[in-house]
């Protein structure tokens, strides 16, 4: 069976937590991941879902690698002829400007399971290549 890698990134807090709008996208990864295993299944496809956590001092130096997606190793984004931007944050990020994702007049702060699942398909049709 193929693997379609499916990388996930947030900021974890040294006390263990994550804001709203990543942990939203947690679920929304989640939900993603198991409707792209039945999908693809019958194509001999499996996602691999890896998730990783960036701590406080990356996240200062840089918020927009939290809340970042890759699917088969290019970013969500790519895949989806989107645009990156950010928008405040709340909670654990300190008021941040933290990463959106746009798609024509939509921006994203939560990166919804359709996105993931639209771009993953397109990944996964060129490994059927």
Do not use: H
């Amino acid at each position: 069976m193929k693997q379609l890698s499916i990388v996930w990134q947030r900021l974890v807090s040294s006390d263990g937590r994550t804001c709203e709008r990543c942990g939203a996208t947690y679920k929304e990864v989640q939900r993603a991941v198991a409707t792209l295993r039945d999908a693809l299944r019958p194509l001999a496809i499996e996602p691999v879902l890896e998730t990783r956590e960036i701590d406080e001092t990356t996240f200062q130096a840089d918020p927009s690698l939290s809340n970042r997606i890759w699917v088969q190793g290019r970013p969500l984004e790519v895949w989806l002829n989107a645009t990156v931007g950010s928008s405040r944050c709340c909670s654990v990020c300190g008021g941040s400007e933290c990463r959106t994702v746009a798609i024509g007049d939509t921006t994203f702060e939560t990166i919804p399971e359709r996105l993931l699942v639209r771009a993953a398909l397109i990944a996964a049709s060129q490994l059927l290549e």
